[in-house]
């Protein structure tokens, strides 16, 4: 396996990361953004407000999402497990 095979599967294990954790963090940052509003607007000033609120999201997100998130988890499992023989065969 050459460098080039090495620098792919790192690429693709990365994108696949990033793809699969944005709708969480996307909604982690827009919950937070909402309650920082609220809070500005109320005048509270408590730092612990936003964990249940975001924690809850997140929970939600992967309800609803956690099919697609495994899924392309288990598509780029089984393509390394099936590309196996070539990675070996390139040594």
Request: hydrophobic residues 60%.
């Amino acid at each position: 396996m050459n460098e080039d095979v090495v620098i792919d599967i790192i690429r693709e294990a990365l994108w696949i990361i990033i793809k699969v954790s944005a709708p969480m963090l996307l909604v982690s940052l827009i919950v937070g953004l909402i309650i920082s509003i609220l809070q500005t607007i109320t005048s509270i000033q408590e730092q612990t407000l936003t964990f249940v609120p975001k924690f809850i999201a997140i929970f939600l997100i992967i309800m609803l999402f956690g099919g697609w998130i495994m899924s392309e988890t288990r598509d780029f499992f089984v393509e390394l497990i099936n590309n196996l023989p070539y990675y070996i065969k390139s040594v």
